[in-house]
Nanobody, 122 residues
Framework: QVQLVESGGGLVQAGGSLRLSCSASGRTFSSYHMGWFRQAPGKEREFVAAISKSGGNTRYADSVKGRFTISRDNAKNTVYLQMNSLKPEDTAVYYC???????????????WGQGTQVTVSS
């Protein structure tokens, strides 16, 4: 069992930056690949970024490539999402999730956090 808690969301102007954090409970964090997803009002939850267990492999949605960076610190049981050059269309609730497989698919993730709101004003 893995419990995930996101933090770092907030209101930011377009062009600004935010760093999201996701802290995991338990001693098995390094056994899981981690992902970030987001869900805007009236839309389906979508993949944003994923990172492998060791941190050596990452994957990004085309919409965030070059602007967002996913990283992890296994010693701190934490995964991060650095978001730069934010756009109003990045406004959503952002969720972190844990998976036994390295995947961009929502259905591959077993554990989810409660989400943190990111709002980008124009």
């Amino acid at each position: 069992q893995v419990q995930l808690v996101e933090s770092g969301g907030g209101l930011v102007q377009a062009g600004g930056s935010l760093r999201l954090s996701c802290s995991a409970s338990g001693r098995t964090f390094s056994s899981y690949h981690m992902g970030w997803f987001r869900q805007a009002p009236g839309k389906e939850r979508e993949f944003v970024a994923a990172i492998s267990k060791s941190g050596g492999n990452t994957r990004y949605a085309d919409s965030v490539k070059g602007r967002f960076t996913i990283s992890r610190d296994n010693a701190k049981n934490t995964v991060y999402l650095q978001m730069n050059s934010l756009k109003p269309e990045d406004t959503a609730v952002y969720y972190c999730a844990a998976s036994r497989v390295f995947s961009v698919l929502l259905g591959s993730y077993d554990y989810w956090g409660q989400g943190t709101q990111v709002t980008v004003s124009s």
